[in-house]
């Protein structure tokens, strides 16, 4: 695996790739990666010639108050991890080389009404830094596909409406959700989880459980949500949102039948996401 820091040489060997006519795929991380991670590039490989993964810590998409600062930096172990998976590329630039105009001065691109509500309510702008920088890398590796994480459902959302709206050329593969044995799903913010929060949160998933069990045998949604947050705050957690929408995150209706659960909630300052599809009765 080569691991490439600057983007000239990033387009002179993704250029040899594309003239031998070579597939690529495109795996955008921000390292400290996990087993979640390594089945976006498992996911890749069966789908391409070329697997290109990218590490960058992404200052645009983190608020007033958030971990940029603490977010675990590991490339040397994600690196070799890669490696082993099978990844033929890894791209690593600083933030001067995506943003050498500074981050206030930076183009960016704003998805609406997906991008609304859910996380991008409770961290303003997150999803414009997520979606200004995932088109900078499809403008600058220009993959046939590239694959993310189901985990972040909003977020998978929010790129495909801008691969549509912007016309890329680019298959968005949806991974599904890896979790661990007491199915917490797994996140490189699980990290900061004391043992007493690690032994915690996996409530967070079997709660969501607990509701698609109910809301498939026809419960009424509201009461199920609100009993929903009750539970989870008498866990330990701080709910941020529990919510149920459609499966494209419009509102969920009488008519929905294809619908996702999404939470996040707090466990002291590690905030924890998860989602459940699931379909609705008639």
């Given at each position: 695996m080569r691991t490439l820091r600057e983007i000239p040489a990033l387009r002179e060997t993704l250029g040899d790739a594309r003239r031998r006519g070579e597939r690529i795929?495109?795996?955008?991380?921000?390292?400290?990666?996990?087993?979640?991670?390594?089945?976006l590039v498992a996911a890749a490989r069966e789908r391409a010639d070329v697997v290109i993964a990218t590490i960058f810590v992404n200052p645009l998409q983190f608020g007033a108050g958030e971990d940029l600062d603490?977010?675990?930096r590991t490339l040397e172990e994600d690196q070799a991890r890669l490696e082993a998976a099978g990844c033929d590329l890894l791209f690593a630039p600083d933030t001067t080389t995506v943003y050498p105009r500074g981050l206030e001065a930076q183009t960016r691109i704003v998805v609406p009404e997906v991008s609304e509500g859910l996380c991008g309510a409770s961290r303003p702008g997150h999803f414009d830094g997520v979606s200004t920088v995932v088109g900078m890398l499809f403008n600058l590796v220009q993959p046939d596909?590239?694959?993310f994480g189901e985990k972040d459902y909003q977020q998978l959302a929010v790129i495909r409406r801008m691969v549509a709206d912007l016309h890329f050329p680019?298959?968005?593969?949806?991974?599904p959700i890896v979790r661990a044995e007491d199915g917490l799903a797994l996140s490189s913010r699980?990290?900061?989880l004391s043992p007493?929060?690690?032994?915690?949160?996996?409530r967070l998933y079997a709660t969501l459980c607990e509701l698609r069990e109910g809301l498939e045998a026809g419960?009424?949604?509201?009461?199920?949500?609100?009993?929903?947050?009750t539970r989870l705050e008498e866990a330990g957690f701080e709910p941020d949102y529990l919510e149920l929408r459609a499966a494209d995150l419009g509102p969920a209706?009488?008519?929905t039948r294809e619908a996702v659960l999404l939470a996040a909630a707090r466990l002291g300052t590690t905030r924890l996401i998860d989602n459940l599809t699931l379909t609705l009765p008639r």
């Open positions: 795929a495109l795996v955008p991380t921000m390292g400290n990666l996990h087993d979640g991670h390594l089945a603490a977010y675990p596909l590239a694959c680019i298959e968005i593969v949806g991974v699980n990290g900061y007493e929060q690690r032994a915690i949160a996996p419960s009424t949604p509201s009461a199920l949500l609100e009993q929903g947050r209706t009488t008519a």
